[in-house]
Every structure is written in C-alpha cells, then in structure tokens.
C-alpha cells in the first residue's frame, strides 16, 4: 500500500446511496424516490440562474450576503445569525465537524436521517442512535443514550424517512432536560410544509437558548435540490465557528441568485404547499385503503409498510420498478419492510397508488 491508513471511522461509512433517478431504457420514469419537488424550480429562479450563466466566470459572494438578507427577511431572522451552506448536508457535515471527533458520540434518534450517522463516523466520533417508538423520536430514550461523551445532538423534523415529529413543547422539554453542553441541531428540511399549530421549526427555540442550531434547505418545497443550498440559523458563537471552517466559496454564484428568486416567489410556493396538502393525505388514503400501513407522517412523502410476507417491500419497488416508477427502498435505514415514497404530480400520485393495487390484488 502507499496511501497512508485513513482516520478511524472513515472505512465504516457505507456510502450514501441516494434515490432511484432512472435506468437505460426508461424514458420517462416516474421519481418518487427523492423527496424532490415535483413542481420544478420557480420560474424565477430559472430565470435567475439563467440570467447569471454569462457571469460565472467570477467567484461568488463568499459571504451569500444578499441570500441571508433575502433569508432574514423572509424568515424574520437576523442575517448575521444565518450560514448558507452547499446543501444542509454540508452544514450537517460541518457542525460535527466542529464539536466532534475521536471519543465524541453523536446522538440521534433511531430511524434519523443518515447523514448523521455518515458525518459521525466521517469526523472519527462515534454514532449512537436512541430507539424510536411508534416511528418517531422519544424524548425519554434519546435523553437516556446522553453520555458524558454526547457533544451534538441532531433531530430532523419532521424526520425523514418516518415523517414524524415531536411538537414544539416536547422539542422545549427535551433541550431543557439536555445537558448544556450538548449542541441541538434541529433540521427542518421539511418544515415549510407543516402548518400544525404544535409544531415549530425551531427558530424559538434556538432564539431561547445558546446551544441550538436550526437547518433549512432549498432542496424541497423550493425545488432546487440540484443547485445544492441550504441555511443554518444560530447562536452567534456558532456562526462565528461555522463560518471558520465552512470553505470560502461553498456556495455556487447561480445557487444564490436562485435562492433570492424562489425566496421572493411567494405565488410558487403557495401553489408547491397546496399541492402536497391535498396529495400527501390522498396518498396516505390509497395506501390504508389498499390495506398497506402507513406511518401517520407529514411532508412530502408518505412511508408505507409491507407486512405482508407474500407482498413485501422489495417486490412492490421491484414491480414498480418494472412499470418505471422509482420509489426509495429503506434498508439503509433498517426498515426493510418499508418504501418511502415522494409525493409527485396528480398523474404520477395515482399512477403509483394504481400499480401497487395491482401489486397488492386488489
Ligand atoms: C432532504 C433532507 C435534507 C436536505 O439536504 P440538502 O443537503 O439541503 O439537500 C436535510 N435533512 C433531511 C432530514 C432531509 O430529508
């Protein structure tokens, strides 16, 4: 060998895989795999990234100063207490970076998102993850698995694959109960499309304390996931360390002036909000009636599961996958009796609902 032996935990890291997005062959498949907009960009983001190509031959505002004040003043947030990042995953990736490694834990609950556990095991700090119940987050068992190693804490929600979310009081009592020096890092990917009266993204409760950290995305009811643009909002002294750490230039010119445009396109995201607010209950409707059980979640996905032996989950993705609708197996996730499937546009909703009864026999 003559590469020098990598840090511990890097070769524990299975690779993230991410969604089915086609295979040869397929010319129109249906993508459901990826918690992906099925509305496309705003137009006026379009029309922002278009109008910046010429341009790109200049580095972009190292500071995104012009998207965290389109930011704050969308959110009603302080723009010196906003990061922007290459996607939230960066942002994820670097807030361990920051406060953990060898001998660190970082926590989260069972069935989290698994970029946790990756950018874990990536900065050599050691996973935990705290059993759910019923699919989602337990406040008691997540407070049981801090240890005196804990230094960061992640909680998506709602959580990505279940769809489920602790209200904003549990969300108080469980940073209250925390230790101080365990950081809370509430990632709201999905937040936009809650409008639960229990629920808060978290900017409250990050307001309300020094040691909790707020993500966001565009990556979902914005509909720029390929752009790759997501925020942090938090204390000053952890801005101050991400924006050591974070590169220079991590976020793209045109991913910017995007996220001003699709910020600024109120009629957009209206229309993206309704359009989940009516298919992601008619989904969860088809699969129950189908006789599939399904996580009572929100979002933009619905997580469905195959207790069926004879009709289990890697044949439903397999059959769906034959009729090309790409629908996200949850083995990574150790739930491998469960398909995550992503709200699309009406004829993709029913297309869907339509091939598993089929599936199914019904
Ligand atoms: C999709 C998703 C993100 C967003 O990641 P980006 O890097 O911003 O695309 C973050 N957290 C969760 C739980 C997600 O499902």
């Known amino acids: 060998m003559t590469l020098p032996k990598p840090r511990p935990g890097i070769l524990d890291i299975s690779p993230y895989v991410g969604g089915d997005s086609g295979a040869p062959g397929f010319e129109r498949p249906i993508v459901l795999s990826s918690n992906e907009s099925p509305l496309g960009p705003s137009p006026a983001a379009i029309a922002a990234i278009r109008g910046y190509a010429t341009a790109t031959n200049r580095y972009p505002d190292g500071d995104s100063h012009d998207l965290r004040e389109a930011i704050g003043g969308t959110f009603g947030l302080d723009p010196a207490r906003i990061v922007c990042g290459s996607g939230s995953d960066e942002l994820i990736a670097l807030l361990v970076r920051i406060f953990a490694g060898p001998g660190d834990e970082v926590l989260y609950s069972q069935y989290g998102?698994?970029?946790?556990?990756?950018?874990?095991?990536?900065?050599?700090?050691?996973?935990?993850?705290?059993?759910?119940?019923?699919?989602?987050?337990?406040?008691?068992?997540?407070?049981?698995?801090?240890?005196?190693?804990?230094?960061?804490?992640?909680?998506?929600?709602?959580?990505?694959?279940?769809?489920?979310?602790?209200?904003?009081?549990?969300?108080?009592?469980?940073?209250?109960?925390?230790?101080?020096?365990?950081?809370?890092?509430?990632?709201?990917?999905?937040?936009?499309?809650?409008?639960?009266?229990?629920?808060?993204?978290?900017?409250?409760?990050?307001?309300?304390?020094?040691?909790?950290?707020?993500?966001?995305?565009?990556?979902?009811?914005?509909?720029?996931?390929?752009?790759?643009?997501?925020?942090?909002?938090?204390?000053?002294?952890?801005?101050?360390?991400?924006?050591?750490?974070?590169?220079?230039?991590?976020?793209?010119?045109?991913a910017q002036v995007a996220g001003v445009a699709a910020l600024s396109d109120g009629a957009f995201y209206q229309a993206a909000r309704a359009h989940n607010d009516e298919w992601q209950p008619w989904l969860a409707r088809e699969f129950l009636n189908l006789g599939l059980d399904v996580v009572p979640g929100v979002a933009n996905f619905v997580l469905a599961r195959f207790d069926d032996p004879g009709h289990g989950a890697d044949a439903a993705r397999a059959f769906l996958k034959e009729r090309e609708i790409l629908v996200r197996g949850m083995n990574g996730y150790g739930l491998p009796d469960c398909l995550r499937i992503t709200i699309g546009l009406a004829a993709d909703n029913r297309a869907v609902a339509a091939a598993l009864a089929e599936f199914l026999g019904r």
């Open 113 to 254: 998102f698994l970029m946790y556990r990756i950018s874990a095991l990536a900065a050599g700090a050691t996973p935990v993850a705290a059993p759910e119940s019923g699919y989602c987050a337990d406040v008691e068992a997540i407070l049981a698995c801090v240890s005196a190693n804990t230094r960061i804490l992640f909680l998506a929600n709602p959580n990505n694959p279940t769809g489920t979310y602790l209200t904003a009081d549990e969300l108080r009592t469980l940073r209250a109960r925390l230790r101080d020096g365990v950081v809370l890092v509430v990632d709201a990917a999905y937040a936009e499309y809650l409008g639960r009266d229990d629920y808060s993204p978290g900017i409250d409760l990050v307001d309300a304390n020094d040691n909790v950290v707020m993500t966001r995305t565009f990556s979902k009811i914005y509909g720029l996931a390929g752009l790759r643009l997501g925020w942090a909002y938090g204390p000053p002294a952890v801005v101050d360390l991400l924006n050591r750490v974070r590169g220079p230039f991590n976020v793209s010119a045109p």
